[in-house]
């Protein structure tokens, strides 16, 4: 194995771990059950106290939000990887992360939390992981058939800044609470580890993701198309770490029924987490790596970030969110036109490559 | 010597086109442009698993990787 490599390798253990600790640490001080850390729930918060929708248990800016951009943000400015680009179908982006986030709260949970609920014995985590795969199959054969959303070019200094200056206004707001933000009295939402906690656990994640290119929907796609199991490694790592933590501290409940912030529905935790993983594959990944590349300059990520907070507002506005009590019809629904939308715009975008872009 | 740009596409696009070349243009050697680091490091590390030597230089548009021939 070459120094480099093994290199690569080290960065994703040690970030794997990282999380895996950071996670259970949070819950413990005060974040929702099992979700220490969950970029979709985040998002979903933060829309809340926005004002974009009106479900008041899910209401709070999350520091780990402003931690996931602004980590990456120093990092990629420190290393002199920040070199903002874009113009890789925002448009497709936006829409396909909408559903990406639809996808999610259904299921209940980002695939890292999906990971954190199975650390904690959440079975149903199980079945979410099984249809995240196979989701990542679907739009792996896609990629294989030269799917491409084309090509991103240089943009602006300034338009690499907009992500991680929202950021910064989300901690303003967060800081001054000025009455038009709001803020769970009750709930999830108010379920809440100490603001400076989360935000330096969240930066030190955000920034130790931006370089070991840290990918919870990258693992199992690049198993599939290249038989590379990097990525699969950091994974393992997050397992692993927030498993021991669990048991260690008594966390640790094994079954279906009866898990916290998650339902029994084995059909739709399965589609719920297979639109997850259909849309991270043909955006290039799962919500955690788009937060980390908005962060790093990368404008189509931050349009990604866009869909999703979108997606999640749009996703209690019309009663499609799941609860602990199940997946409401208009979930189920919208669910299927999910599928149906990266269906028709996998299809519309999967000749581009097929050696045209080889030039002798 | 051939060519393949891939710059500015995202993941895993640059290594699959690499592996498509790989595949086309069998032993000879070619030259991989990418965009970003991420890239880079992903193109590199397939060249190695696919036992090609390979390196990567800095250029305008980003990184300019060298696939020798075997």
């Known amino acids: ?59 709070y800016i999350r520091p780990e939000i402003i ?8 990092i990629s400015l420190a290393t002199k990887e920040f070199r903002p680009s874009g113009g890789s179908s925002p448009m497709l982006r936006f829409f396909i992360s909408f559903f990406v986030m639809i996808g999610a709260l259904v299921f209940l949970g980002c695939p890292l939390r999906m990971v954190l609920r199975l650390a904690a014995g959440d079975a149903n985590a199980l079945v979410g992981l099984a249809g995240f795969a196979g989701g990542i199959g679907l739009g792996s054969v896609f990629l294989h058939k030269g799917f491409s959303l084309g090509r991103a070019t240089a943009q602006p200094k300034i338009s690499g800044v907009v992500m991680p200056a929202f950021a910064v206004a989300l901690l303003v707001f967060l800081l001054i609470q000025p009455s038009f933000i709001r803020f769970s009295v009750e709930g999830p939402g108010a ?39 990097n990525l699969l490694l950091g994974y393992g790592a997050v397992f692993a770490v927030a498993l021991i933590a669990n048991l260690v501290m008594g966390k640790f409940t094994l079954g279906f029924e009866g898990q916290p912030i998650a339902h029994t529905d084995f059909i739709w935790n399965f589609l719920g987490m297979a639109l997850v993983g259909y849309g991270s594959v043909l955006v290039g990944g799962c919500p955690l790596r788009q937060v980390v590349l908005a962060g790093s300059g990368n404008t189509d990520a931050g349009i990604s970030v866009l869909g999703m907070i979108v997606g999640a507002a749009t996703a209690h506005n019309f009663g499609i969110a799941a609860s602990a009590d199940g997946v409401p019809a208009n979930g189920k629904i919208a669910v299927g036109v999910g599928f149906i939308v990266l269906t028709v715009i996998a299809f519309a975008c999967s000749k581009v490559f097929a050696g045209k872009k080889v030039a002798a | 010597m051939n060519r393949v740009d891939a710059r500015g ?17 069998a032993d000879e050697g070619f030259i991989v442009e990418v965009s970003g680091e991420t890239a ?22 980003g990184w300019r990787i060298v696939v020798e021939e075997r």
């Open chain 1, 67 to 74: 931690g996931f951009v602004l980590g990456p943000f120093i």
């Open chain 2, 40 to 61: 880079r490091d992903n193109v590199l590390s397939f060249c190695q698993g696919k036992k090609r030597k390979a390196e990567a230089q800095a250029f305008e548009d």
């Open chain 1, 1 to 59: 194995m070459s120094k480099a490599k093994k290199q690569g390798l080290i960065w994703l253990l040690i970030t794997g771990g990282v999380i895996g600790i950071g996670a259970v640490l949070l819950a413990a001080f005060g974040n929702p059950a099992n979700m220490g850390i969950c970029v979709a729930c985040f998002l979903r918060d933060t829309a809340g106290a926005l004002g974009l929708d009106s479900a008041d248990k899910m209401q």
């Open chain 2, 9 to 25: 596409l995202s993941c895993p696009e640059p290594v699959l086109l690499t592996k498509n070349v790989m595949k086309q243009f």
């Open chain 1, 191 to 229: 379920n809440r580890a100490p603001l400076f906690l989360a935000l330096g656990v969240a930066f030190v994640i955000g920034a130790l993701a931006q370089r070991s290119r840290m990918c919870m929907a990258g693992g199992i796609r690049d198993a599939f198309l290249i038989r590379n199991f």
